[in-house]
């Protein structure tokens, strides 16, 4: 390559860096550029990872933290976590109206308050995470022990950086539990919002696909199954919908089969009921209703043809 061919792929290059960094300044939410005033979601996601740890002590092996006393393991883990979730959230509040003008201080108080409040919650999270792994269990006979479903079962990792993610949300974090469950979902294929309410004994069988929306109310023992939909009606309102119960309930005790949607903040699924696969509700049932689509006809053809 000769002096000029290189002074051409300078040139060219720098012509297309002045394009690009004059277009950051056009003012839209996407030419922002302070990194520092926005979370920082591989941390985030690191902290979903030690906490892992907090919820399974004997489960989830660490590269990091070293001792031969389980307790001071995992009291480190806990700390850094404690940590660094602390400065996450005080970042995060500066997309809080009510804090836009705080000063450092005023966001480190209140995020530290936050974290410890969250911290604190973990023995209630860790309860309501064994009856998950309880249903999960007593719920399919292809799991062969509970380790099994703790090391491997998405629907129950999904669950549990849920609960997790849900707490947050209750506690008015912004930002940060959603981060936690689209982590999860892109580890899982399983989208559940860190608003929706769910009960214990909650058991997720495969879950890819699965989707529950912002304002699903879920109750106690209710089982999912594949590519079901907890959704909303219609979104076409968009942000003056915000705040209004626009996802399902689901009573105790229902199970719903894979690919079935139910959709609509006023519809509730009775407890007791089952809904069949592929079914489409949106409206209401009464409890112990079993929903079902018909079979649709079957043709076989026999001998050679191709043709259907």
Do not use: W
Request: charged fraction near 25%; glycine fraction near 8%.
């Amino acid at each position: 390559m000769d002096i000029g061919e290189r002074q051409n792929i300078r040139d060219e290059i720098g012509g297309i860096v002045e394009l690009i960094l004059n277009d950051y300044n056009n003012g839209r939410d996407v030419d922002k550029m302070d990194i520092f005033n926005q979370p920082d979601r591989d941390m985030v996601v690191d902290i979903v990872k030690k906490l892992m740890r907090v919820l399974y002590p004997g489960y989830y092996r660490d590269k990091i933290y070293r001792s031969y006393n389980d307790t001071n393991r995992v009291a480190v883990i806990i700390e850094d976590a404690i940590y660094n979730l602390q400065k996450q959230i005080a970042i995060a509040f500066r997309h809080v109206d009510e804090y836009e003008n705080a000063s450092d201080e005023t966001l480190t108080c209140g995020a530290r308050y936050i974290t410890y409040e969250f911290f604190k919650k973990i023995p209630h999270i860790r309860a309501l995470i064994d009856t998950d792994l309880q249903a999960s269990f007593d719920g399919d006979p292809a799991a062969y022990s509970k380790e099994e479903i703790i090391l491997s079962y998405p629907g129950l990792l999904a669950t549990a950086i849920n609960r997790m993610a849900h707490e947050l949300y209750l506690l008015k974090v912004p930002l940060i539990p959603r981060i936690m469950t689209e982590y999860a979902h892109s580890k899982t294929g399983i989208d559940i919002h860190p608003g929706a309410t769910i009960g214990k004994y909650f058991m997720i069988d495969h879950g890819t696909g699965i989707v529950v929306g912002e304002t699903s109310i879920i109750g106690e023992h209710v089982k999912v199954y594949q590519g079901v939909t907890i959704g909303a009606l219609s979104t076409r309102g968009g942000q003056a919908l915000k705040g209004a119960k626009r996802h399902p309930t689901i009573e105790d005790n229902v199970t719903i089969y894979a690919g079935a949607s139910i959709l609509g903040g006023e519809t509730v699924i009775g407890h007791d009921s089952v809904v069949g696969s592929n079914a489409f509700l949106t409206s209401s049932i009464a409890p112990g209703t079993k929903v079902s689509i018909k079979n649709q006809e079957l043709q076989f053809n026999k001998g050679d043809s191709k043709d259907f």
